[in-house]
Structures are given as structure tokens and as C-alpha cells.
T-cell receptor, first 114, second 115 residues
């Protein structure tokens, strides 16, 4: 059973536009929600992360919005650039656990047209 | 930030041979490391959790005799694909959380092709 559901599967955005990727989870024990960016042939790299005690976190052009009651969180990429074209994964984990295991969404392939 | 180095970045091997992939935490100690497998255009699938000084914990459906994991030190975990077959061809990625499990760092990945 997919612990974290991610949509859309693919996204095409024009340069300068806003890219929005959504994720939902069921396990209320999750308390850490990172987003990873992955380029072809590379490992994932942490982009931005949020904890459930805040509703929004912004780092440069990247913003996470978090809705605890709806058990949903989303990534917004403002002023999208061709260099942002990559696969994005949302994830969730229980930081209080000793394993730090991440549960990944299925990924969103973002293409930004120049 | 912390760095996890994975080696090799790609390998081609003949069917029936074994391949070893190394995962090193360069500037922090990792008592736990994770090994993932990723098929093209798919998400990361956790294969096993590597624990320093003890046996690895494998996910359901992952053959422990085929995917041997050794975590002999606090900075090194290895994944050995034994008697590799073409269906084992995939992208393998390791990950290590920092000591406080506050953040997970990923290796560069290893593209395995079995011919």
C-alpha cells in the first residue's frame, strides 16, 4: 500500500510559470516531509523539508504548503526554469523513530519549456 | 551538507557473476544505511536497511541470499548482487541519515547492467 500518494505523474510548465505538485498521506505519525529532486542517472537530492508544526516553508523559489488536517502537502516552484526539469519525489518519515526510514511518493516528472 | 559517496557509478557484468557496490558516509558516522532500487521512471523501492555490526533487515520480497549487505564500519556499507541476472539490471541507490536522523543523504546511485 502506497503510504504517500503523489500527483501528477508528469507536469509540463512554461518557463516563468508555477509548478505545483501534490502529496497526501494517511499515517498521522509522520512528522517529517521532505521533497527530493532527482536528475537522470543521479541520486535524489534534498530540496526542502517541512515539519507539521508549520503550514508553510519557503526557500528561494521553492515553497512547501502543509495542511495537517487534510493530511496533504504540496511543492510550489515559482518562476519555473528549464533547469528545474527533473523528477520530484515527496516523502514522509517518522523522525522520532530510530530508523529514519523514508516513504516515497511515486514521483512527478517536471518539464519546463523555455 | 553531509556527503554519501557511492561506487561504482555504473557497472556492466556478465550473467552469473557477482557485483559489489559500496556506500560510504564521508563526513559523518552512519549506524544505519538504506539500500534502494529504482526502475526507469519509477519511485525508489526500499530493499533493505543496513545496520552497523548486525544483520541487515530486508523488505518483503527481497532475497537476502541474492542481495548480500554488509555494514562492517560506521562509514561503509556494501551491497553485493550475487549470481546477477539481466532482471537485476537497475539503478541502485544508498542513503544514510545523519546521527539525529534529521536528514537523509543519498549516494549518486549505481547503474547495474547485467548482460
Amino acid at each position: 500500500q502506497q503510504q504517500v500518494k503523489q500527483s501528477p505523474q508528469s507536469l509540463i510548465v512554461q518557463k516563468g510559470g508555477i509548478s505545483i505538485i501534490n502529496c497526501a498521506y494517511e499515517n498521522t505519525a509522520f512528522d517529517y516531509f521532505p521533497w527530493y529532486q532527482q536528475f537522470p542517472g543521479k541520486g535524489p537530492a534534498l530540496l526542502i523539508a517541512i515539519r507539521p508544526d508549520v503550514s508553510e516553508k519557503k526557500e528561494g523559489r521553492f515553497t512547501i504548503s502543509f495542511n495537517k488536517s487534510a493530511k496533504q502537502f504540496s511543492l510550489h516552484i515559482m518562476d519555473s526554469q528549464p533547469g528545474d526539469s527533473a523528477t520530484y519525489f515527496c516523502a514522509a518519515s517518522i523522525r522520532g523513530s530510530t530508523l529514519g526510514r523514508l516513504y516515497f511518493g511515486r514521483g512527478t516528472q517536471l518539464t519546463v519549456w523555455p | 551538507g553531509a556527503v554519501v559517496s557511492q561506487h561504482p557509478s555504473w557497472v556492466i557484468c556478465k550473467s552469473g557473476t557477482s557485483v559489489k557496490i559500496e556506500c560510504r558516509s564521508l563526513d559523518f558516522q552512519a549506524t544505519t544505511m538504506f539500500w534502494y532500487r529504482q526502475f526507469p521512471k519509477q519511485s525508489l523501492m526500499l530493499m533493505a536497511t543496513s545496520n552497523e555490526g548486525s544483520k541487515a533487515t530486508y523488505e518483503q520480497g527481497v532475497e537476502k541470499d541474492k542481495f548480500l549487505i554488509n555494514h562492517a564500519s560506521l562509514t561503509l556499507s556494501t551491497l553485493t548482487v550475487t549470481s546477477a541476472h539481466p532482471e537485476d539490471s537497475s539503478f541502485y541507490i544508498c542513503s544514510a541519515p545523519d546521527r539525529s536522523f534529521a536528514e537523509a543523504f543519498f549516494g549518486q546511485g549505481t547503474r547495474l547492467t547485467v548482460v
